[in-house]
């Protein structure tokens, strides 16, 4: 991971936490997905941080991840199983490219 995106990610992390280990993990096809294993004061526990890389993707980021974290949010209202929001950088002001 870069030392941008590490430093952008532990910003977005609960005070006392930080990112322990990163592993790389297979089968995204719009983009490069990473377990982050976050360690703290609270105990541990694991993010998943998606990374649009591929050219047609990035161009559509900011509407896709915009778009996506509203839904995450939305369902994190409705008691459904579905994963949490931690953080969004649609428009890679932050990193090298967009994540979430």
Same mark, same amino acid.
Request: glycine share 8%; charged share 25%; net charge positive.
């Given at each position: 991971? /870069?030392?941008?995106?590490?430093?952008?990610?532990?910003?977005?992390?609960? *005070?006392?936490?930080?990112?322990?280990? $990163?592993?790389?993990?297979?089968?995204?096809?719009?983009?490069?997905?990473?377990? /982050?294993?976050?360690?703290? *004061?609270?105990?541990?526990?694991?993010?998943?941080?998606?990374?649009? $890389?591929? *050219?047609?993707?990035?161009?559509?980021?900011?509407?896709?991840?915009?778009?996506?974290?509203?839904?995450? +949010?939305? /369902?994190?209202?409705?008691?459904? *199983?579905?994963?949490?929001?931690?953080?969004?950088?649609? +428009?890679?002001?932050?990193?090298?490219?967009?994540?979430?």
């Amino acid at each position: 991971m /870069l030392t941008e995106t590490r430093v952008w990610v532990e910003k977005q992390l609960s *005070p006392g936490e930080r990112v322990e280990a $990163v592993t790389r993990l297979r089968g995204g096809w719009t983009s490069e997905i990473r377990r /982050l294993d976050v360690g703290g *004061p609270q105990g541990r526990r694991s993010l998943v941080l998606r990374s649009f $890389v591929k *050219p047609f993707f990035v161009r559509h980021a900011e509407g896709l991840l915009t778009r996506e974290a509203d839904v995450l +949010s939305l /369902l994190a209202e409705t008691g459904l *199983p579905a994963a949490t929001l931690v953080a969004v950088d649609a +428009s890679a002001r932050h990193c090298a490219h967009p994540r979430c």
